[in-house]
C-alpha cells in the first residue's frame, strides 16, 4: 500500500511568490492534514480537509490555504511568500499504525525555501 | 501559548544503556497521546501511543509512561541502538480537537555505539 506522497520534494522561492504543494494520501484515506515544521518549533498544525471540505484551522494568516478534490488529493497555497515561510511542509493522512483513531501517517515533506 | 513541551532539545546516551525522553503539557482537555520519531529528510512516523485511561503502554523496547496528575508523559527506550538516533515528537490530542495533533518541539536523540 503505498504511504502518503509529496510533490515537490524540495523547492526554492523568492518573496513575493506563490507556492503550490500536493499531497496524495494514502489509498482510501478521506482525511488530509497539513503541518509546517520550521527549527525549534516542531510542527504547527495549519488545516485539515474531510471529504473536500475544510474541518479544522490553525493559527496561520489567510496567505495560507488548501483545498481537497474527490478523489482525496490535497493542495496547500501560499501567496505572497516571506522569509518566515521557509519550512518542512508535511502532510498527513489518519491511519497507518496504533489503536487510537489520531494516528498520522505523514508524508516526506515539501521543503520550500524562501530568498 | 505552547501545550505540548518538550524542555530538552537534545539527549545524548550510548549504546545499550536506556534513553528517556519528557514531554509535558498543559491542556487538561488532551486525553491522547503519541509519540513521532523522524530521521532526516523523511516525514515523522508513529512510533507509540498511550490514552489517559492508562498510565503505561509498552511495545518493544519502547514504553511510554503518562502521569495526568503531573502533566507528564515519558517514552523510554529499552535498550537503545544507534538506529534509534533520530527527532522525537511528543504530540497530543483531545476529543474536541478531532484529528488535530498537537506536537512539542522534539528532542534529538544520539546514540553512540
Known amino acids: 500500500k503505498a504511504g502518503v506522497t509529496q510533490t515537490p520534494r524540495y523547492l526554492i522561492k523568492t518573496r513575493g511568490q506563490q507556492v503550490t504543494l500536493s499531497c496524495s494520501p494514502i489509498?482510501?484515506?478521506?482525511?488530509v492534514s497539513w503541518y509546517q515544521q520550521t527549527p525549534g518549533q516542531g510542527l504547527q498544525f495549519l488545516f485539515e480537509?474531510?471529504?473536500?471540505?475544510?474541518?479544522n484551522k490553525g493559527n496561520f494568516p489567510g496567505r495560507f490555504s488548501g483545498r481537497q478534490f474527490s478523489n482525496s488529493r490535497s493542495e496547500m497555497n501560499v501567496s505572497t511568500l516571506e522569509l518566515g515561510d521557509s519550512a518542512l511542509y508535511l502532510c498527513?493522512?489518519?491511519?497507518?499504525?496504533?489503536?487510537?483513531?489520531?494516528?498520522?501517517?505523514f508524508g516526506a515533506g515539501s521543503r520550500l525555501t524562501v530568498l | 501559548d505552547q501545550q505540548v513541551k518538550q524542555n530538552s532539545p537534545s539527549l545524548s546516551v550510548q549504546e545499550g544503556r536506556i534513553s528517556i525522553l519528557n514531554c509535558d503539557y498543559t491542556?487538561?482537555?488532551?486525553?491522547?497521546f503519541l509519540w513521532y520519531k523522524k530521521y532526516p529528510a523523511e516525514g515523522p512516523t508513529f512510533l507509540i501511543s498511550?490514552?489517559?485511561?492508562?498510565d503505561k503502554n509498552e511495545d518493544g523496547r519502547f514504553t511510554v509512561f503518562l502521569n495526568k496528575s503531573a502533566k507528564h508523559l515519558s517514552l523510554h527506550i529499552v535498550p537503545s541502538q544507534p538506529g534509534d538516533s533520530a527527532v522525537y515528537f511528543c504530540?497530543?490530542?483531545?476529543?474536541?480537537?478531532?484529528?488535530?495533533?498537537?506536537f512539542g518541539e522534539g528532542t534529538q536523540l544520539t546514540v553512540n555505539p
Open positions: 489509498s482510501g484515506h478521506r482525511s
Open positions: 498527513a493522512s489518519i491511519g497507518g499504525g496504533g489503536s487510537g483513531a489520531n494516528v498520522l501517517t
Open positions: 491542556n487538561s482537555m488532551f486525553d491522547y
Open positions: 498511550i490514552s489517559s485511561i492508562k
Open positions: 480537509y474531510f471529504s473536500e471540505t475544510q474541518r
Open positions: 504530540a497530543a490530542s483531545g476529543e474536541t480537537s478531532g484529528s488535530r495533533l498537537t
